[in-house]
């Protein structure tokens, strides 16, 4: 059986290629990333960003690394980072590293952070931010990190600001927890402060000071959960009632004394559809012309496809048709679209039973949504499905109701003579 040893080669092939893919030869230790630093104008040229590749190896508290360092080619800067946080990751897709700056936060809900005066010389020393995540899973996290150690090139994650998704859909109406967790080391003293941002304009949605335990400032329905909040870093802001306004940017801002750290969150609020298929019942004389209208209501966002489809009696899948238009969408007040889409088609006795769809395919509806109606042609005779079905249970009463009867009647026969046989027995 030559095939089948050809076929039993293939399979060894690639199942020795799907090893290599999980376990691969040479790992790489380190997290690259890129620092990225603004650089100011001087008179022969003008203001630029300059791009340097780092190298982070990540070390234990007293700045040991586990592997020897990477080679790295000159030009790449070895930082060696060490993160109690647990929030760096070796998978990340993208990492960006700027300077960080301490200062004074002079809002009301970061004053009593700094309010003793009281700053630590490793200040003075050079800090970063760290900006990392993974595109394909969305976690991302923004870390500062300052001076481990005497030495320039040893760092300490100080603050960790986290979330499991950098974009989130959420339906309309709903309730939803914008996630944001932070790590803070033993830093008792914090702040939050949660943002929202949507076409340049930005508002604030919720300002706690967590060292006097006390909300500066918050919209009615957001909230956040202290306990979560003591307990565990988690800062996710809690929104009773998803309303079309607060898609954007959510912004979730952690404060310490001195530092600083942010995390964007995109959301989309989504609505379902209500889809209907017109004219309901679908009845038209031959070579009439008709017209279905497909009014789907109260949708956001706004991008939606449309398309129509009939199946034909007799067939098993139904095919696309073409020419469909759309009208011009109305704005809801509750910030929803509704739009209709038409489809022109001319009646004949052979679309009889035929069965039209309109097709909707939207961001809140993963499977689709679909509304249709069969065509009923006037003067085509031929029982339909239905009228089958119909027939076939007025059928079903009829047996029924007569084997009833029939019993009813043998019964009544049969006590008859046990009666007979009762009153022969007593004579
Ligand atoms: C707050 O968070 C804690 C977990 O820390 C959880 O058990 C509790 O149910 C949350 N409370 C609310 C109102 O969600
Ligand atoms: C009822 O019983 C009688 C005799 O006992 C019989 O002659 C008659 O055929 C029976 N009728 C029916 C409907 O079964």
């Known amino acids: 059986m ?20 999980v376990h691969p030869i040479s790992e790489t230790p380190s997290l690259s990333c890129w620092l990225v630093e603004d650089i100011a104008a001087t008179e022969s040229k ?28 000159p030009g790449t800067l070895l930082f060696y980072v060490f993160d109690p946080s647990g929030k760096l990751s070796l998978d990340f897709t993208f990492c960006e590293i700027t300077y960080h700056l301490p200062q004074e936060a002079f809002m009301k809900w970061t004053r009593s952070l700094t309010a003793e005066g009281i700053s630590t010389p490793a200040l003075g020393k050079a800090w ?11 976690r991302a996290v923004s ?5 481990l150690g005497d030495k320039k090139d040893h760092l300490s994650v100080s603050l960790a600001v986290y979330s499991a998704s950098a974009t989130l859909h959420a339906h309309l109406g709903k309730p939803l927890s914008v996630p944001c967790t932070m790590w803070r080391g033993h830093q008792p003293r914090f702040s939050v402060e949660w943002r929202h941002r949507a076409l340049g304009d930005g508002s604030l949605l919720y300002a706690y000071d967590g060292w006097k335990d006390k909300i500066e400032d918050r919209v009615p329905n957001c909230h956040l959960n202290f306990s979560a909040l003591h307990n565990e870093g988690d800062a996710s802001l809690l929104i009773e009632n998803v309303e079309i306004s607060h898609q954007g940017t959510l912004l979730c801002t952690v404060y310490l004394p001195y530092l600083r750290a942010q ?36 949708f956001h966002p706004l991008e939606i496809l449309v398309d129509f489809l009939v199946q034909l009696p007799g067939e098993s899948h139904p095919t696309l048709l073409t020419g469909s238009t759309l009208s011009a969408h109305t704005h809801n007040h509750d910030g929803t679209y509704s739009i209709t889409a038409y489809q022109r088609m001319i009646a004949s006795d052979n679309l009889h039973g035929a069965r039209y769809f309109c097709r909707v395919s939207h961001v ?9 109606q069969m065509l009923r042609v006037a003067g085509v005779s031929g029982p339909s499905l239905e009228d089958v079905m119909i027939l076939f249970l007025t059928a079903l009463f009829l047996y029924g109701t007569l084997s009833y009867l029939r019993k009813k009647v043998v019964s009544l026969n049969g006590s ?12």
């Open 364 to 372: 809140s509806a993963a499977k689709g949504i679909s509304s249709s």
């Open 263 to 298: 995390r964007e969150i995109q959301l989309v609020v989504t609505a379902r559809p209500q889809v209907t298929l017109q004219p309901a019942p679908l009845l038209a004389r031959p070579g009439e012309e008709v017209t279905l209208a497909c009014d789907i209501s109260h």
């Open 143 to 147: 870390l500062v990190l300052g001076p």
């Open 128 to 138: 970063y931010t760290l900006a990392a995540g993974n595109h394909l899973d969305g």
């Open 2 to 21: 030559p095939s089948t040893i050809y076929k039993l080669g293939l399979i060894l092939a690639l199942q020795a290629a799907g090893l290599l893919a």
């Open 46 to 73: 003008p203001r630029s960003v300059q791009q340097t590749r780092v190298l982070v190896q990540f070390t234990d508290a007293n700045g040991l690394t586990q592997s020897p360092p990477a080679t790295t080619d």
């Open 416 to 427: 008859h003579e046990e009666l007979k046989a009762q009153k022969n027995k007593s004579e």
